[in-house]
C-alpha cells in the first residue's frame, strides 16, 4: 500500500509493508531462530565434553602426581563402587593435588539428572579409577590399561577413558578400531 501526497511541485511518498511482506519476513526469522537453537545445542554438547576431558587430563595429572609422592596407586577398595566410602576416598586421594569434587563431575551427566547440589554426605563421581596393586611401577606398565573411565556414555559417542600414557579415547571409536576375532570355517 503506497499513499501519496502532493506538497506543491514536489510528491511525497510513504512507502508500508504488504500484509505478505511482513509474514515472509516473520518466517525466514523463525527459521533462522530454529536453526540457531540446534547449534547452540551443539555447541553446548561441545563444551561439556571438552568439560569432561579437562576433567580427566586432571585426574591423570593427579594419579601421576599421587604415584610420584607415594610410591604406588591408590588402594580404593572396588567391591562397592556405588557406596559414599568409595567416592569419598577418591575425592580425598586428590583433593590435596587440586582435585576437588567438581573435577569428578561430568557436566553432561549433571544437567541431564537436573542439577542437583552437591552432598558431601552422598558424593557423587562419574569417573571411576581403575585398580593397581601397590607396585610402584604397575600403573605404567600397560599402556592400554585405562586410569579412569566414565561411568555414563554421556556424549553418545561411548564412554570415555585415558590411559596410562594420558590419551583419551572414546569407547566407541576403540570399537571401531578394534579389529574381529577370526572364527573358524
Known sequence: MMV????????????AFTLLEVMTSVVVIAILAVMGISTFGFL????ERAKCVRNLQGLYAAGASYLTD???????STLDIEAPAF????????QP????????????VQTAIGDPPYDPDEPRIDYLGTGFDDKPNSPWQWPTHPWFIERANAHGDG??????????RSLDDMKKE???IPTKP
Open 87 to 94: 567416592s569419598k576416598a577418591w575425592i580425598q586421594a586428590f
Open 159 to 168: 564412554n570415555l577413558i585415558i590411559f596410562t600414557n594420558g590419551q583419551i
Open 70 to 76: 607415594n610410591g604406588a596407586w591408590p588402594q580404593i
Open 44 to 47: 553446548r554438547a561441545k563444551a
Open 4 to 15: 501519496r501526497f502532493r506538497c506543491g511541485k514536489f510528491r511525497l511518498r510513504l512507502a
Open 97 to 108: 593435588y587440586g582435585i576437588g569434587h567438581v573435577n569428578w563431575i561430568c557436566a553432561t
Open 178 to 180: 578394534a579389529r574381529p
